[in-house]
């Protein structure tokens, strides 16, 4: 998923300096962009910045560095967890661990996997292509909006009909519902344009004794 993905285009301790420090200008940096990725590359004597999609072959200007992204990873997600120069465009997909509590408290926690892409219509347009980064970190963020529309909706159900209806409830509080009651089938960030297009429920456990005393007597009745 992108934590390995992205992971896998983390730079080197050398480079990850170039957020702060002012580079040797005698030096030629290049880096190459992966297919299906883009770098940010700011001029600091102009300010400006420019974005580069892969495949490609970058070489930085005297007064040019490289944007480092600093996203969260692991699970449950935590900040400044990966560092890249690269911003992989997906689809791919990440996985996060947040406690929820129901309407009558039930607490538990919940296994959630999302795909996401970002949607690039056109790459040669500077105004498009600059949203990529106009989230430092696009991994927290959706995790964390996604996360609280969640805990919004369980927030006002019971136990028992999260139980029950525990994929409906989830994934209509994230993507919402249209005209005709049916889950949208995208939840789109249009700050950045990521789209978060399906939510895997991977796991649902019990946080507490009396929420766990909750479940098996809800198991119960189910069976009988």
């Not at 957020?19 to 030096?27: A, H, I, L, V």
Request: charged share 25%.
């Amino acid at each position: 998923g992108s934590d390995k993905s992205q992971q896998s285009t983390t730079t080197s301790g050398g480079s990850s300096k170039s957020s702060t420090t002012k580079r040797d200008k005698s030096k030629l940096i290049t880096y190459r962009v992966p297919h299906n990725a883009c770098v940010q590359i700011y001029d600091y004597k102009a300010k400006k910045a420019r974005i580069v999609f892969g495949p490609e072959l970058v070489m930085l200007g005297p007064d040019e560095q490289f944007t480092l992204l600093s996203l969260s990873g692991t699970i449950p997600k935590k900040p400044n967890q990966i560092h890249t120069l690269c911003l992989l465009l997906g689809p791919d997909f990440f996985t996060d661990v947040i406690v929820i509590e129901t309407a009558d408290h039930a607490r538990l926690s919940l296994q959630l996997s999302y795909n996401w892409h970002f949607a690039v219509s056109d790459m040669t347009d500077e105004k498009e292509a600059s949203k990529l980064f106009s989230v430092p970190d696009f991994v927290g963020d959706a995790a964390k909006a996604i996360a609280s529309r969640i805990r919004g909706a369980v927030a006002g159900t019971q136990f028992d009909d999260f139980h029950k209806n525990s994929a409906h409830i989830i994934r209509s509080s994230v993507f919402g519902l249209d005209e005709n009651k049916e889950v949208r089938s995208q939840f789109v960030f249009p700050q950045n344009n990521l789209v978060i297009t399906s939510i895997d429920i991977q796991s649902v456990e019990p946080v507490d004794q009396r929420t766990r005393d909750a479940l098996q007597k809800s198991v119960q009745l189910a069976i009988e």
